[in-house]
């Protein structure tokens, strides 16, 4: 049973957390239809990311035999057979489909459906042969969290702002960057670069990268929280005072990257740094408290 769960891996679900953005930002997070729906897609998403981490390990398997810490996944191990991986990649996604079909509605299962046959495509092909590429594999994974928010957005019927979409994908493309940087710091160490794609990518450049992204995305949240349209929404022009927090989020985690140069998993690190859980907290509770009282 661990073996199966280390191939599908459930704790990388916590990314699709992202598909329930529309229902916060939209102010229906008391919504019972928005939260069911919101729930469901999230299901769906996660069942047809594990799909893809199955396909990902069978493809790499060679690879991650050689690897000093992918030599330990189920499939490069043995502890799983080729069969077992196959079989769960459709069983993963035949639950995705039926979560998406939970979802009611001919409108609201093309939508969302939709969305997530396109991420499930774009994937496959990621882990085929656009992770070779470099820029362009932290892009897809990026633009993977877009398709997050808009399968989100269908599902609740809440259409998200330009400057949410541009956040999400400011913010993961950051990540991403920063998850480079271990590749790359590996890469210096042992001499063996840990992707094809990292000898495309050095130390001054994945810096100057994750600067940019992380500067870019704090003004682009700044821009949100002061646009005409949201404080109209949300009837309150203090929205802006949670800067601070994304302020600090983004400082700890370029912390984390330069200094203890452990970004390598943005969802262990999110799991495990307390200060990083407290930011996080405090910024939805100050955002709830305006938005809700």
Same mark, same amino acid.
Request: glycine fraction near 6%; hydrophobic fraction near 50%.
């Given at each position: 049973?661990?073996?199966?769960?280390?191939?599908?891996?459930?704790?990388?679900?916590?990314?699709?957390?992202?598909?329930?953005?529309?229902?916060?930002? *939209? !102010?229906? =997070? &008391?919504?019972?239809?928005?939260?069911?729906?919101?729930?469901?897609?999230? /299901?769906?998403?996660?069942? %047809?990311?594990?799909?893809?981490?199955?396909?990902?390990?069978?493809?790499?398997?060679?690879?991650?035999?050689?690897?000093?810490?992918?030599?330990?996944?189920?499939?490069?191990?043995?502890?799983?057979?080729?069969?077992?991986?196959?079989?769960?990649?459709?069983?993963?996604?035949?639950?995705?489909?039926?979560?998406?079909?939970?979802?009611?509605?001919?409108?609201?299962?093309?939508?969302? *459906? !939709?969305? =997530? &046959?396109?991420?499930?495509?774009?994937?496959?092909?990621?882990?085929?042969? /656009?992770?070779?590429?470099? %820029?362009?594999?932290?892009?897809?994974?990026?633009?993977?969290?877009?398709?997050?928010?808009?399968?989100?957005?269908?599902?609740?019927?809440?259409?998200?702002?330009?400057?949410?979409?541009?956040?999400?994908?400011?913010?993961?493309?950051?990540?991403?960057?920063?998850?480079?940087?271990?590749?790359?710091?590996?890469?210096?160490?042992?001499?063996?670069?840990?992707?094809?794609?990292?000898?495309?990518?050095? =130390?001054?450049?994945?810096?100057?990268?994750?600067?940019?992204?992380?500067?870019?995305?704090?003004?682009?949240? %700044?821009?949100?929280?002061?646009?005409?349209?949201?404080?109209?929404?949300?009837?309150?022009?203090?929205?802006?005072?949670?800067?601070?927090?994304?302020?600090?989020?983004?400082?700890?985690?370029?912390?984390?990257?330069?200094?203890?140069?452990?970004?390598?998993?943005?969802?262990?690190?999110?799991?495990?740094?307390?200060?990083?859980?407290?930011?996080?907290?405090?910024?939805?509770?100050?955002?709830?408290?305006?938005?809700?009282?």
């Amino acid at each position: 049973m661990s073996s199966i769960l280390k191939l599908i891996r459930p704790q990388q679900w916590l990314k699709n957390v992202f598909v329930m953005i529309p229902m916060f930002f *939209g !102010g229906s =997070l &008391l919504d019972p239809g928005d939260i069911r729906a919101s729930v469901l897609t999230f /299901l769906a998403y996660s069942f %047809i990311a594990s799909s893809v981490y199955c396909f990902n390990d069978i493809n790499d398997v060679e690879a991650d035999r050689r690897h000093p810490v992918k030599c330990k996944r189920p499939l490069a191990s043995g502890a799983l057979t080729m069969g077992a991986a196959w079989g769960l990649m459709a069983l993963t996604l035949v639950l995705a489909a039926a979560f998406t079909a939970m979802l009611g509605g001919k409108e609201h299962i093309l939508k969302v *459906g !939709g969305v =997530l &046959l396109f991420y499930y495509i774009m994937n496959l092909c990621y882990c085929a042969k /656009l992770k070779q590429y470099a %820029i362009v594999d932290v892009c897809v994974v990026a633009f993977g969290f877009v398709l997050r928010v808009l399968a989100g957005g269908f599902a609740t019927d809440i259409v998200p702002s330009k400057w949410l979409v541009l956040m999400t994908f400011l913010l993961t493309l950051f990540l991403s960057f920063a998850k480079r940087r271990d590749d790359v710091l590996r890469m210096n160490e042992t001499g063996e670069p840990p992707r094809k794609n990292t000898i495309r990518y050095n =130390l001054t450049f994945i810096n100057q990268a994750i600067t940019v992204s992380a500067s870019v995305t704090l003004v682009c949240y %700044i821009m949100y929280t002061v646009s005409p349209e949201v404080v109209a929404r949300f009837g309150s022009d203090m929205l802006y005072l949670t800067s601070v927090f994304v302020l600090l989020g983004l400082l700890r985690y370029m912390q984390i990257t330069v200094v203890d140069k452990k970004s390598g998993d943005p969802t262990k690190m999110v799991l495990r740094d307390r200060f990083t859980q407290l930011v996080i907290a405090a910024w939805a509770l100050t955002f709830l408290v305006i938005i809700y009282l």
